[in-house]
């Protein structure tokens, strides 16, 4: 157990439908970063948060969109579903903004119909 | 943009067989780099990491791994595995002192370990 918890853990939605999963860092960790892992498309960041603010942006579409709370969990918002969006997503947590060692949550498996 | 490559993409081995993993990455830059595995069903576990210093870094469960600055590798390896090794394995870098501080993953390495 990495201390990180995700919810749901399984989410079957139909398309056009949105979603919103949620991740809850290690305890004193700052930083949450969310992956996308597909099998056409592998493990992709996504977005990072620090301390709630956003700290970096990489392969995520503009569908989506995260916020980190001030008791520092975060959430990813996926709207306009599509089947292509079907994939685990998993969150990660580190002490800072560095993320030089991240710890991954169990992850939440979005199947899109 | 940084990039990371393992070569294998599913391995099959006997128990007490030794494994080696390959993983190479592309950036010019300091690098951290990582070996993280994922049971079947199970979420991302870090076997072990490289920051700096000695280039033979151990990791959990017997695993151990070396960084080659020259040819921009970090292979995994591990003298004997057992059938409880069988699992995806993961390469992955970053590198925070030029803001990359999000992991960049290979493609996996699928491990299958008969008995």
């Known amino acids: 157990d990495s201390g990180v918890t995700q919810t749901p853990k399984h989410l079957i939605t139909a398309t056009g439908q949105r979603v919103t999963l949620r991740c809850s860092p290690r305890?004193?960790?700052?930083?949450v970063y969310w992956y996308q892992q597909s099998l056409d498309q592998g493990l992709q960041f996504l977005i990072q948060?620090?301390?709630?603010?956003?700290?970096a942006k990489g392969n995520i579409l503009e569908r989506f969109s995260a916020q980190q709370f001030p008791d520092l969990h975060s959430e990813l918002n996926l709207s306009s579903l599509e089947l292509g969006d079907s994939a685990l997503y998993f969150c990660?947590?580190?002490?800072?903004?560095?993320?030089?060692?991240?710890?991954f949550g169990p992850g939440t498996r979005l199947t899109v119909t | 943009a940084q990039s990371v490559s393992q070569h294998n993409h599913h391995v099959i081995l006997s128990e007490a067989a030794s494994l080696e993993l390959g993983c190479n990455y592309s950036?010019?830059?300091?690098?951290?780099l990582f070996w993280y595995v994922q049971y079947p069903g199970q979420h991302l576990q870090l076997l072990l990491k490289y920051f700096s210093g000695d280039p033979l870094v151990k990791g959990i469960k017997g695993f151990e791994a070396e960084f080659i600055k020259s040819k921009f590798s970090f292979n995994l390896r591990k003298p004997s595995v057992q059938w409880s090794d069988t699992a995806e394995y993961f390469c992955?870098?970053?590198?925070?002192?030029?803001?990359?501080?999000?992991?960049?993953f290979g493609s996996g390495t699928r491990l299958q370990v008969q008995p």
């Open positions: 992955a870098v970053n590198a925070p002192s030029t803001g990359r501080r999000a992991l960049t």
């Open positions: 950036y010019g830059g300091t690098v951290n």
């Open positions: 305890s004193g960790d700052l930083s």
């Open positions: 990660a947590s580190s002490a800072d903004s560095s993320g030089t060692e991240q710890y």
């Open positions: 948060y620090y301390n709630g603010e956003e700290r």
